[in-house]
Nanobody
Framework: QVQLVESGGGLVQPGGSLRLSCQAS????????MRWYRQAPGKRRELGEL??????????NYANSVKDRFTISRDNANNTMYLQMSSLKPEEAAVYYC???????????????WGQGTQVTVSS
């Protein structure tokens, strides 16, 4: 089994910063592209906004709305991904989900896995 666990969410004032983490664990041959999505509470995470992604070679991409404010990174040795968020806006309050493409065994196809999400609240 593969598990993705997010952490680091919480309450932050507008203009503030927050750092999210996502750690993958379980039986894994390889962890490939990892992504952060955000979605309003109670809505399907699969339909959320793709915030940023990072490949296993650390090539990253960002949604236009977060460029120059958010930084995605990863620690391949520990199968962990981070999202450093700064200058946060109230409209960016959401549940932030981690998603990763994983091969469990060398002969397995890549499959997408999701974490349970971490709530980010941006409010004064």
């Amino acid at each position: 089994q593969v598990q993705l666990v997010e952490s680091g969410g919480g309450l932050v004032q507008p203009g503030g910063s927050l750092r999210l983490s996502c750690q993958a664990s379980g039986t894994m041959f390889g962890v490939y592209t990892m992504r952060w999505y955000r979605q309003a509470p109670g809505k399907r995470r699969e339909l959320g906004e793709l915030v940023a992604s990072i490949r296993d070679d650390s090539i990253s991409n960002y949604a236009n709305s977060v460029k120059d404010r958010f930084t995605i990174s990863r620690d391949n040795a520990n199968n962990t991904m981070y999202l450093q968020m700064s200058s946060l806006k109230p409209e960016e309050a959401a549940v932030y989900y981690c998603n990763a493409d994983v091969k469990r065994f060398v002969s397995s196809p890549r499959r997408g896995y999701w974490g349970q999400g971490t709530q980010v609240t941006v409010s004064s």
